[in-house]
């Protein structure tokens, strides 16, 4: 187990390579910047240079360093709160289908953006699964499958039995799976990401965080230690990475910190016993439970945690009771890697997406449904950087509506979880 080591993240043990993005050195001129190399980052890149701009992104880390290469890796073309009605009661008919067929069309956004560029990333297309924790989940699950399915979405219902073969778990009561869901190996989409963007012209720069960005003249000025971006439009993809580069951006969202557990390999028998089907699993409970396998029989899951310090124990401690509840057939099983993340959230669990001053946009708050969300909004902002108008997109642009309080609010939206674990036990 590698619980005190701050690179155990198993993701950047079994990614492929990811290209070479050197440092930022010098003055470079570009149409527009990206500020931070994550799907949503990548993704307007990728889509920018395609369209025939001169892009320059520049990430702090390397690509996939935040939240794109942590995370459960779980490709799912659905809200994680709300239906499509509320879309459309939120945004109005014609706008809130656009977000609707955005939403709808964002797994297969990701899964042809793999085949297009030869992404290595274990995509596995399968279908997505979320199982009723409680008979009384099925009442929403119904809805939403009902409002999905009148738009034609590849979902389906399935009953108790059903649920068991599925998960291969004894502990569900029925639920629904979305046919274009599946899931991925998040960091090589990430650095593959990253690759095709630069195949398509892109300058992808690592280990270059953006310190300050300024008027000057008609353009915008991006400071990095080596050197500066001068360009006339700017995405700004930090999420839940965001710090202090724009008054106010970063109190919007509340970064919950999520832990993330791997098992060790499961024997063949085992492993086939577990989600035998090769689907990604997100449960209905408020204090999630999500579990995939990685391509070596390792299942991943996910947990958030109420205090900070010694989470890491806690968490693979807490992980080993889930697993027994929830695949008794694993009989001993182990943790092998522990890591965390930063998730960007939203009151709303929608993604916002601001206009902030003359040519900056961005967008975050995907609220754990980034992977195929970040993707599609990542190509919506290179589209209206190359132009297309505000009113077409099929998110609004808002306002910022910083959080009053934010750095008291953080610390407590974390003994949410409690909360949550409490609601999650009642029918
Ligand atoms: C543990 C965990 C599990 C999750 N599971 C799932 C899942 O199964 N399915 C799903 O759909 N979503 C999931 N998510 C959410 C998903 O990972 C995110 O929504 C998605 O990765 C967001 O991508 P992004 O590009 O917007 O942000 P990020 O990937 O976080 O990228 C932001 C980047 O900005 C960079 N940055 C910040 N400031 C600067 C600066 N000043 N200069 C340069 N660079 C900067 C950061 O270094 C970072 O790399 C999960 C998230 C976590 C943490």
Redesign the pocket.
């Known amino acids: 187990m590698h619980l005190a080591d701050p690179r155990s993240n198993l993701w950047t043990h079994t990614a492929a390579p990811g290209p070479d993005c050197p440092a930022l050195q010098g003055d470079h001129v570009a149409d527009v910047a990206v ?8 993704s307007a890149a990728l889509h920018l240079a395609m369209g025939g701009a001169r892009v320059i992104l ?4 390397q690509p ?13 073309p659905v809200y994680s709160r709300h239906g499509p009605d509320d879309a459309v009661a939120a945004f109005g008919d014609e706008r809130g289908e656009r977000l609707n067929q955005m939403v709808a069309g964002s797994a297969d956004l990701v899964f042809d953006l793999i085949r297009k560029h030869d992404i290595d990333c274990d995509a596995a297309q399968e279908g997505w699964l979320q199982p009723a924790h409680r008979p009384s989940r099925m009442r929403g699950i119904q809805a939403k499958h009902d409002q999905w399915a009148a738009r034609g979405a590849p979902v389906e219902m399935y009953d108790a039995a059903r649920a068991a073969e599925l998960t291969g778990s004894p502990i569900y009561h029925g639920g629904w799976m979305h046919r274009a869901g599946g899931h991925i190996q ?1 960091l090589g989409y ?1 650095r593959g990401l990253a690759r095709a963007a630069q195949a398509a012209g892109a300058m992808v720069r690592g280990d ?4 300050s960005i300024d008027r000057d003249g008609g353009k915008w000025r991006l400071k990095v230690a080596g050197g500066n971006v001068r360009a006339e439009k700017v995405i700004l ?7 202090n ?1 724009f008054p106010n951006l970063r109190q919007t969202i509340i970064p919950l910190r ?3 557990v791997a098992t060790t390999a499961l024997s063949d028998n085992v492993a086939k016993s577990v989600l035998p089907g090769n689907h ?1 699993l ?1 449960d209905t409970r408020q204090a999630l439970w ?1 579990f995939r396998k990685d391509r070596f029989g390792r299942i991943v899951t ?1 947990s958030a945690p109420v205090f900070t310090t010694g989470a890491r124990a806690r968490m693979a401690a807490s992980t080993l009771r889930r697993l027994n509840i929830a695949f008794p057939q694993i009989e001993r099983p182990e943790i092998e890697y522990v890591w ?5 959230m939203t009151y709303e669990r929608l993604p916002r997406y601001h206009e902030l001053a003359g040519g900056i946009m961005t967008a ?1 708050g ?1 609220s ?7 993707t599609a909004v ?1 190509r919506m902002m290179a589209e209206r950087a190359l132009g297309k108008p505000v009113n077409e997109l099929p998110l609004p642009a808002l306002p910022l509506k910083p959080w009053p309080m934010h750095d008291l609010v953080v610390p407590f939206s974390r003994t949410m979880a409690w909360y949550f674990k409490w609601r999650d036990s009642r029918d």
């Open positions: 500020i931070g190399g994550g799907y949503t980052g990548l520049l990430e702090t880390g996939g360093f935040g939240a794109s290469g942590r995370n459960n890796g779980q490709v799912i998040p990430a270059s965080p953006v310190l993809a930090t999420n839940g990475y965001t710090g580069l999520s832990t993330h990604g997100s999500a996910t965390e993340g930063i998730i960007a975050l995907y754990g449904r980034g992977i195929a969300l970040g990542g």
